[in-house]
Each structure stands twice: as C-alpha cells, then as structure tokens.
C-alpha cells in the first residue's frame, strides 16, 4: 500500500464521518454510540410504514400513537449521559 493509498482512504473516512454521524470517530465514546444507534433504529421505524403497523398491532396501540412513543424515545434513548470525568 502506498501512501497515496492511505491518504485517500483517510480522506474518505473523513468525508464520510463529517456527512454522516452515525459513522462514529476515534473520540466517541461507548454512550454516544449507543445513542446513536438507538435514534437511528427509531428513525427507521417511523420511517418504514409496514414496520410501524407491526409495532404498533404488537402493541395494541394506533399507528400515531406508536410513531409519537418513537418520536418521545428519540430524545434521550438511553438515559442521561454519564457524568465526564476530569483529566
């Protein structure tokens, strides 16, 4: 591998991380990842219409029910985050 290929291939990560943040980087740590994943499975829910009528017949409530309990789950979908600890 040359160093042009490395350089290209980091550019591309880079690009791809600044467009996307579900991507993730070197300094995410464990609970933004997970908040991420969790908001992005929610989004997807509501976004698939079939798959929001199961959920919704799975939990016996209406469609915009199910799609307002998503859209409230997005806010914190994991808890509040934990304390940061001091260097």
């Not at 350089?7 to 943040?21: C, D, G, M, P």
């Not at 929610?42 to 698939?48: E, K, M, P, T, V």
């Amino acid at each position: 591998m040359q160093a042009s290929d490395r350089f290209n291939i980091n550019s591309q990560l880079e690009h791809l991380q600044a467009r996307y943040v579900g991507t993730g980087h070197a300094d995410l740590n464990r609970f933004e990842w997970a908040v991420n994943i969790q908001r992005d499975s929610y989004a997807s829910y509501i976004g698939h219409g079939p798959l929001l009528a199961y959920f919704a017949i799975a939990e016996n409530e209406s469609i915009g029910r199910e799609m307002y309990n998503f859209m409230q789950k997005m806010l914190l979908p994991c808890g509040l985050p934990p304390d940061k600890e001091e260097d």
